[in-house]
């Protein structure tokens, strides 16, 4: 039997909302099919945040590997998607305990929207530092969510971020999961081999496990 595979990426296109500052998608054509030229070439220009993806601990660490030398063992396999929706501004663990059992896997994905929004979400919901480090303490080894951070937008301190850095966490953000039931899944989503940046789009997906 073929497994069902829920894509969780957003599309990524010139009006993608992205963190206030950052550089949105833009695409430009340098070579068009015609005469004399076989192919279409595009030229894309973006922040390695736009849209679904994993952020490096360069990001949050001034002597943080890159994304292209970071394990991808966090990246690929079994996960729990677990429902906060309206629970923010923060994630506490009351909001997920109910998810939480001794067959917790390494990766949970934690979803806060009804409906991902369109545009850039000023009063995103985020993880709590303390819900971070209790996952943590269970072994997960990976934390996503369906906002654009883990921290509030308006943090300077980056706590959430933080303890990932001390406890050595993977994350995702900007993750679709509005047609995601609890439960358990396969996840994949491989950043690019980028060897100087601080984070690298993916293609997130979510496969049943049988």
């Given at each position: 039997m073929t ?8 599309a990524?296109?010139p009006a993608a909302?992205?963190?206030p500052?950052d550089?949105?998608y833009?695409?430009e054509?340098v070579?068009?099919?015609g ?5 279409n070439?595009?030229a894309?220009?973006?922040?390695p945040?736009?849209g679904?993806?994993a952020?490096a601990?360069?990001h949050?660490d001034?002597?943080?590997a890159a994304?292209?030398?970071v ?12 429902h906060?929706?309206g ?13 939480i059992d001794?067959?917790?896997p390494a990766?949970?994905l934690?979803?806060?929207?009804e ?7 000023a009063?995103?919901?985020a ?8 996952l943590?303490d269970?072994?997960?080894k990976?934390?996503?969510?369906d906002?654009a951070?883990?921290?509030p937008?308006?943090s ?9 850095r001390?406890?050595g966490?993977?994350?995702l953000e900007n993750l679709v999961l509005?047609e995601?039931?609890?439960?358990d899944?396969?996840l ?8 100087e ?8 997906v979510?496969?049943s496990l049988?």
């Open positions: 497994r069902q595979i829920w894509d969780i990426s957003p990524i296109h909302p992205v963190f500052g550089t949105p833009s695409q054509w070579a068009n099919i005469p004399g030229c076989p192919v070439v595009s894309i220009h973006l922040s945040h736009v679904a993806h952020d601990p360069l949050y001034p002597q943080g994304i292209g030398a394990d991808l063992d966090a990246f690929l396999g079994p996960c729990r998607v677990i906060a929706i629970c923010g501004p923060l994630i506490e663990w009351r909001h997920i305990a109910h998810a001794a067959g917790l990766r949970v934690v979803r806060t929207y409906k991902a929004p369109t545009g850039w979400d009063d995103l919901a993880y709590a530092p303390e819900t971070v480090q209790k943590a269970l072994g997960v990976l934390i996503g969510i906002t951070s883990i921290d937008a308006s300077k301190s980056l706590d959430s971020h933080m303890v990932i001390q406890r966490l993977r994350v509005d995601v039931s609890e439960g899944y396969e994949i989503a491989l950043p690019l081999k980028l060897t940046a601080d984070a690298s789009p993916v293609r997130a979510l496969r049988r």
